[in-house]
């Protein structure tokens, strides 16, 4: 059962350059590889606690021979009962309102870092039990690929300080969709903090499922 989330608007985020990069050593650091994109990931906050944001800073490395792009500050977070799983969506899979959001651009052999961060809006247990309402955290990031249909819109985005939202024709869309990519990283175990104060740490339990 998937819960709605929180607006964008509402959203806190921010995206930097020059953030901190991934610590490759880090145990409970999130990876992921589709093809010839990699994605690392490490998440910011110690403890989730409902309403407050999860922040992360991931790392695409780009080891295809075309630039690539991905609207880093798009990101939304929901949550899963039945697997006990938040999901951290970071990227646009399908343009919202049919329009193509700030991209930046990753080039060939080119690691970018990225830093952002998103609330769910609610956390609920699907059954009343003794077990903790939330054990893992999912991070998915949606890269484009193909980025030749989008070249004037990506060139406009470039040379304007506070660039738009454009809206895409249907053809664009379409593009989009097949030149779009998810890349699903590795379950983390969370440390979860209830609004009654009981916290529980999921990385006591043993390894999350999906490690790769």
Same mark, same amino acid.
């Given at each position: 059962? /998937? ?30 590889? =589709? ?6 990931? /490490? ?5 989730? &606690? ?6 992360? &800073? ?13 609207? =880093? ?37 080119? /690691? ?48 304007? =300080? ?26 983390l175990p969370i440390r979860f903090e209830s609004r009654r104060g009981a916290s529980f740490d999921a990385s006591q339990r043993g390894p999350a499922s999906g490690?790769?």
């Amino acid at each position: 059962m /998937k819960l709605s989330v929180v607006p964008l608007s509402l959203m806190f985020y921010a995206s930097t350059l020059s953030a901190a990069g991934i610590n490759m050593n880090e145990s409970h650091r999130a990876v992921g590889r =589709e093809d010839d994109i990699r994605v690392d990931a /490490k998440v910011l906050t110690d403890v989730i &606690t409902p309403g407050a944001p999860i922040g992360i &800073t991931f790392q695409i490395h780009n080891l295809t021979n075309s630039s690539v792009a991905v609207a =880093e500050k798009v990101c939304a977070a929901s949550f899963d009962a039945d697997s006990q799983t938040i999901t951290l969506s970071v990227g646009s899979e399908i343009p919202l309102d049919g329009e193509m959001p700030l991209m930046a651009i990753i080039g060939p052999g080119e /690691k970018k870092t990225f830093t952002t961060a998103a609330t769910v809006a609610r956390i609920v247990s699907a059954v009343r039990s003794v077990r903790p309402m939330v054990r893992y955290l999912q991070i998915k990031v949606s890269v484009l690929r193909d980025l030749v249909p989008f070249r004037a819109i990506l060139e406009t985005q470039q040379k304007q =300080e506070q660039a738009q939202s454009v809206p895409l024709t249907d053809a664009q869309f379409e593009k989009w969709l097949e030149g779009n990519d998810t890349i699903l990283l590795n379950e983390l175990p969370i440390r979860f903090e209830s609004r009654r104060g009981a916290s529980f740490d999921a990385s006591q339990r043993g390894p999350a499922s999906g490690m790769r």
